[in-house]
């Protein structure tokens, strides 16, 4: 009829939307989220294990292409990333590129700790140049959840006035 009001069925604005790849349900505000990108079950295993003892509530893609949905509807808080997750040899970290590209109110939310084989646990000179927090060398792994919990408690003192601004009033 053509004097009919539409019904919530049939003005349904997210019918487009597919939300599936959400990597949470409802999270608290105040959760702290980690995403993890490491296809080794071991390295996997010990690092989601230490990071759930810190208090974060995990994900992990199993591809690089999941980890780019995920951070579609979620900025997470730390993301860990194996320097050849999901790549062939010599190829982009298609992850690490993407975060190259964030802009800089949302990059700076996030503390990106790189696993690698090759570069130094720490190694800040490194880790600027591959545009990460940290690097955790896999060698040292089984001391990851002491390494994160002091890196992780000065990266939150060095940046907690813009954080606390960007909570306020969103992107500065």
Known sequence: MPNEKPTASTNNTDEGLDYSSRPFGYVNPDSKTAMICEQDPVIRDKVSNAIKKIGFEVVQPATFKDALKYMRFHVFDVILVNENFNTG????????????????????????????????????????????????????????????????SEHNDFYYLLKDNIRKYGNV
Do not use: C, G, H, P
Request: charged share 20%.
């Open 89 to 152: 040899i010599w190829e982009v970290n298609n992850i690490l590129k993407y975060l190259e590209n964030l802009n800089m109110s949302a990059r700076r939310q996030m503390f990106v700790v790189l696993i690698s084989a090759i570069y130094a646990t720490m190694d800040s000179m490194q880790a600027y140049n591959k545009s990460v927090n940290m690097i955790i060398n896999k060698s040292e792994i089984s001391d990851i959840e002491n390494i994160l919990k002091q890196a992780l």
